[in-house]
């Protein structure tokens, strides 16, 4: 899970970037010595804290542990990485279009970083070459099932971009888009427990009393899955999890820490702990909550124009998902601790569980998703002493759920409204963007009550002779042809036109010159691609200081 927050941030960096809040330098050498900034922090750390300066060493570790970001973001906002990618593969690095070469190759410094951050970690933990090895290949792993996703998404997003109908319907019908949306989602959540399997080290548990066992709890709980695994960590993690959502591909995960600390009655209590968050659907009310929000953040951010206010409104979404998140985590605990003890009825088989998976550590502090052990164990302890403490978080939980189903369901119908509404209108607008000048007439031709912005592209469309469109440059010309006549208006509806099939370059660019003055610069039909807004940047370098 940290490892895919860190995976974000970049993704975040390079948003950033694309927005304009890096330099124009750039300093490919730069980008690699970066690489060295984690050994200095790491031996800096190291030597503080052998003078007993903790507290100053702690907080230089912990920016050791989130350094591959930090460095990341300085190398694509201060030395222009991306810059650099675009300029050597000729392939884009934005993340607004279609995963490409190019921004694969961006990506891989931030990999190197994180890479290194995690040897030098290793090397400052453990002294054993043995351990060193175990350790850094146990980190590796992690960190590669939290890059596994993001990058077979890409891949998938890849392939449907090199279909041009494929990509222009996505990108233009919200209804396709969303779709698209959907589909990448169950496809990663089906495909989950194989990306787990194949990057972490895991096994069958073998025959023995033990499995026999855990098989018989989940046959009491009514619990199906499709294996039970053995999680070899390197003697670095005490975890159990269970992975997927249906028996076919649901697998659960012991590590081997785990399966040697705990006696098999504890074990048991873990089992039932996980089943517990399986069987009150925990990770779909997590869905609901987070759809609900990101749904309604969607439709409320179309409604702000300035593009920092949306960034700004986007990071506040995210903090709120992101303490949501948490509190909520915390007490899904909770319900799962219940659950194991109604299935078990061996509250102390759970204490003991907690006490030795959570460790010294977590006695008395709580974390982002878990309330300390000490905290955990009291509410065992409370709800065999008094069933109604069990009753109250049942009550609030299943509140919340309905909240989060209701707000989702709610989110969903309107969502779903604008898209059908707009169904018609995107799909016009997607033949525009093929090119494909018959198609986007017939289209029109059908809407009941065409925009007048839409209606004014399609007068323009009329206009085109049969061999101008077999030409979408043509566009381009008609720009500038309206421009020498004085007609700035027309000439933006044209470059609109021109942004939407991407009928031309940044030379041609360069040549087409808009009267801001004249109130013109608005597309009328056309969303506000990078390509017009390069077009505008490109109008306001070639106008005379006089007009400025």
Known sequence: MEYLIHIVLAVFVLAVAEEGVATDFEAP???????????????????????????????????????????????????????????????????????????LVAF??????????????????????????????????????????????????????????????????????????????????????WILRASWDTQPLEPSPLRTLLEDV?????????????????????????IGVGRFDRVVLFSDVLIASLSPREIVAVLAHEIGHAK????????????????????????????????????????????????????????ADLYALRLTRDPLAIVGALERVGGAHSRQLDSWRHFSTAKRI???????????????????LRALTWTGIALFVIALGFSARRLVVDFPRDRVVAALALADWDLAEQRFATLAEPSED????????????????????????RAQTALANGDAETALQWLSLADLAGAYGNDELETLIVDRDEGALEPRFAERTPAWQAAARAYDATRSPERK
């Open 454 to 477: 839409l209606a004014r592209g399609m007068e323009l469309v009329a206009t085109l002779g049969p061999d101008d469109r077999a030409r979408p440059e043509v566009l381009v010309l």
């Open 280 to 335: 009150r659907g925990h990770v779909l009310i997590f869905v609901a909550w987070t759809g609900a929000l990101f749904l309604a953040g969607d439709l409320a951010g179309r409604e702000v124009e300035s593009e920092w206010l949306a960034g700004v409104f986007v990071l506040a979404l995210f903090a709120v998902w992101y303490k949501l998140f948490g509190w909520l985590s915390r007490r899904f605990e909770l319900e």
């Open 378 to 396: 009291d509410f065992v302890e409370r709800v065999t002493a008094d069933e109604r403490v069990a009753l109250q978080l049942e009550r609030k």
């Open 108 to 193: 891989v410094p931030f990999v190197v970083y994180a890479l290194v951050s995690i040897d030098v970690r290793v090397r400052h933990t453990e002294i054993e070459p043995n351990a060193r090895a175990t350790a850094r290949r146990f980190h590796m792993r992690m960190f590669a099932s939290g890059l596994a996703p993001t990058v077979c998404f890409a891949v998938g997003a890849w392939i449907v971009g090199q279909n041009a109908t494929w990509r222009v319907d996505v990108e233009h019908v919200g209804l396709f888009g969303m779709g698209f949306v959907l589909a990448s989602v169950a496809l990663f959540t089906c495909a989950l427990p």
């Open 29 to 103: 050498w730069a980008v690699g010595l970066l690489a060295i900034a984690p050994f200095a922090i790491g031996a800096v750390s190291r030597t503080l804290y052998l003078r007993g300066r903790f507290r100053l060493a702690t907080w230089l570790w912990r920016a050791l542990h989130w350094s591959a970001t930090g460095l990341f973001a300085l190398a694509v906002c201060v030395f222009g990485w991306s810059t650099t990618v675009e300029r050597w593969t000729g392939a884009s690095t934005s993340l607004l279009g279609w995963p490409s070469l190019g921004l």
């Open 218 to 242: 989940a046959v009491r709980a009514q619990f199906r899955y499709r294996e039970l695994l053995f999680w070899r960590t390197g003697d670095l993690m005490a975890n159990a999890a269970v």
